[in-house]
């Protein structure tokens, strides 16, 4: 069992900049992939950003290009997400995604992809 524990969300005013943590209880020596999904009230959960180890594949939805970066260290087991620019329509609970091997593309972005999810953070923007 892999427990993620996330950190960082809040409220901000439509412009402003977050940065949510998420830390991993383990790490698959095997590769994985880790990253967020984010779930708006009355709207299914969609793809944010993730990380697929090991070497430089991270992968965004087109709605946080330019604006959101994920990284992350190895070290801790941990991805971190900077949201800047935010926006009203990002307004959503955010959730940390892992899995323990190297998705294949074409499942990057479904959410039935994962098999550990963190207990949320919530992120609000006003405008």
């Known amino acids: 069992q892999v427990e993620l524990v996330e950190s960082g969300g809040g409220s901000v005013q439509a412009g402003g900049s977050l940065k949510l943590s998420c830390t991993a209880s383990?790490?698959?020596?095997?590769?994985?992939?880790m990253g967020w999904f984010r779930q708006a009230p009355g709207k299914v959960r969609e793809f944010v950003a993730v990380f697929r180890c090991c070497g430089s594949s991270t992968h965004y939805a087109d709605s946080v290009k330019g604006r959101f970066t994920l990284s992350r260290d190895n070290a801790k087991n941990a991805v971190y997400l900077q949201m800047n620019n935010l926006k009203p329509e990002d307004t959503a609970v955010y959730y940390c995604a892992f899995d323990r091997s190297r998705v294949i593309l074409s499942a990057l972005r479904l959410e039935r992809t994962y098999d550990y999810w963190g207990q949320g953070t919530q992120v609000t923007v006003s405008s």
């Open positions: 383990e790490r698959s020596n095997n590769g994985y992939t």
